[in-house]
């Protein structure tokens, strides 16, 4: 039962462009929505999160959106640098986390 | 200030065999979770220590078990092992019970192979 899914398994990107990673849950009782980054061998980091009483936060070249109705969740990276090229995990909360399969970001210089 | 720390950090096991896993959480934090990670998937709830005490628990079998001691470290415990339980083990840290108050702290994890 994936409760949290992320279609693209891959995504490429010029340096400088825009990165947008989408991710999609089913259950409408979350709450607190997360992005984790992955490089290979190390656990996942926090990047940015957002409550389910809020449409947008922004942190730097990181923003993510929620679309409660579409039950969506988007990461954006405004420019995105080769350093992004990582494993992206989006997550979903209600008193434990469910997260996505990953989506791996490769940001060609 | 050290992070989540996890040991081993990689080990080989047959199937039938016992494994213990163990994690220092980040200095501060008091609740402890841990995570299964299968090859191209994401991480999958195990379990959720405070307290010393088991608080919550995904779909896992009681095959794994766990322990928190006082010092807030933990342990993963998996008993006759089976090939699909390899995977990376990883141990995350947190403050506050049960709730979501902040984000998790990962460690590097232990990654598990069952022969």
């Known amino acids: 039962d994936q409760q949290v899914k992320q279609n693209s398994p891959s995504l490429s990107v010029q340096e400088g462009r825009i990165s947008i990673l989408n991710c999609d849950y089913t259950n409408s009782m979350f709450d607190y929505f997360l992005w984790y980054k992955k490089y290979p061998a190390e656990g996942p980091t926090f990047l940015i999160s957002i409550s389910s009483i809020k449409d947008k936060n922004e942190d730097g070249r990181f923003t993510v959106f929620l679309n409660k109705s579409a039950k969506h969740l988007s990461l954006h990276i405004v420019p995105s640098q080769p350093g992004d090229s990582a494993v992206y995990f989006c997550?979903?909360?209600?008193?434990?986390?469910?997260f996505g399969t990953g989506t791996s970001l490769t940001v060609i210089p | 200030d050290a992070g989540v720390t996890q040991s081993p950090t990689h080990l080989i096991k047959t199937r039938g065999q016992q494994v213990t896993l163990r994690c220092s959480p980040k200095s501060g934090h008091d609740t402890v979770s841990w995570y299964q990670q299968a090859l191209g998937q994401g991480p999958q709830f195990i379990f959720q220590?405070?307290?010393?005490?088991?608080?919550q628990r995904g779909n896992f079998p009681d095959r794994f078990s766990g322990h928190q001691f006082p010092n807030y470290s933990s342990e993963l415990n998996v008993n006759a092992l089976l090939l699909g339980d390899s995977a990376l083990y990883l141990c995350?840290?947190?403050?506050?019970?049960?709730?979501?108050?902040?984000?998790?702290?990962f460690g590097e994890g232990s990654r598990l192979t069952v022969l």
């Open positions: 220590y405070y307290e010393e005490e088991e608080r």
């Open positions: 995350a840290s947190s403050y506050g019970q049960g709730m979501v108050v902040g984000e998790l702290f």
């Open positions: 997550a979903a909360s209600r008193r434990q986390f469910y």
